[in-house]
């Protein structure tokens, strides 16, 4: 217990702060908890169950369409938040929302009755909120601003890279759905490293076998 509030103090100093002027509140009702790659972290059909926050590891969210289709939103790393979660705050409708972890991920849910009593009194929570919003909006735009410019096969070996991982598990189409283009045009791109000695492909799983950075 005591090294899981140690790392989430480290991985967001805010909470550290609001802990300290609330007597604790927020690691009295933290529940920590460790997902395997490709393990689910669901809220579909439940409400509204907690805020995540990622100690380590990377969640991917994703909307659940009313067919069961999913679509992907963006990755939530040690640090980030999900901003997703307001839409309980706000009394919306409900997003139908899960996370899916890419990798083997440690994270924290704190009740969202903590959350609104505390955190969303907290400027300086508001603050980090903010913050994570803005490099979020950025990242969509430097992404658009990519397609302009780079070919997608450098593109595609960023995003590999980016996953800080040998082992990613991640579909095709997921993949395909962050670079803006087709699932067949991903297939084949991954197809040709492969056969480079790059990857290894298996269902639902990309081995890095090769340094990538060198076609960088």
Do not use: W
């Not at 009295?28 to 380590?56: D, P, R």
């Not at 994703?62 to 705050?89: D, K, P």
């Not at 997608?152 to 803006?180: G, M, P």
């Not at 791109?189 to 340094?211: A, D, P």
């Amino acid at each position: 217990m005591i090294d899981n509030v140690r790392e989430l103090y480290n991985a967001y100093p805010v909470l550290k702060k609001i802990d300290k002027s609330t007597n604790g509140i927020i690691t009295e009702k933290a529940i920590f908890k460790e997902l395997l790659a490709n393990e689910y972290l669901s809220t579909y059909g439940t409400g509204c169950v907690g805020f995540i926050f990622v100690l380590s590891g990377d969640i991917k969210i994703q909307r659940v369409g009313y067919e069961g289709e999913e679509t992907n939103l963006y990755n939530i790393g040690r640090g980030q938040l999900c901003h997703e979660a307001l839409s309980c705050f706000l009394r919306c409708e409900p997003l139908n929302i899960i996370g899916k972890a890419t990798q083997d991920s440690r994270i924290m849910l704190i009740p969202f009755e903590i959350v609104e009593k505390y955190l969303l009194n907290s400027t300086d929570f508001l603050k980090e909120m903010y913050r994570d919003l803005h490099y979020k909006f950025n990242l969509i735009i430097g992404t658009k601003e990519e397609v302009k410019h780079e070919s997608l096969q450098r593109r595609l070996v960023k995003l590999l890279i980016s996953k800080e991982s040998k082992n990613i598990y991640a579909t095709h189409a997921e993949l395909a759905f962050e670079l803006d283009s087709a699932r067949e045009v991903i297939s084949r791109k991954l197809k040709e490293l492969e056969k480079e000695g790059y990857l290894k492909l298996t269902r639902g799983k990309i081995q890095v076998v090769k340094e990538l950075k060198e076609l960088i």
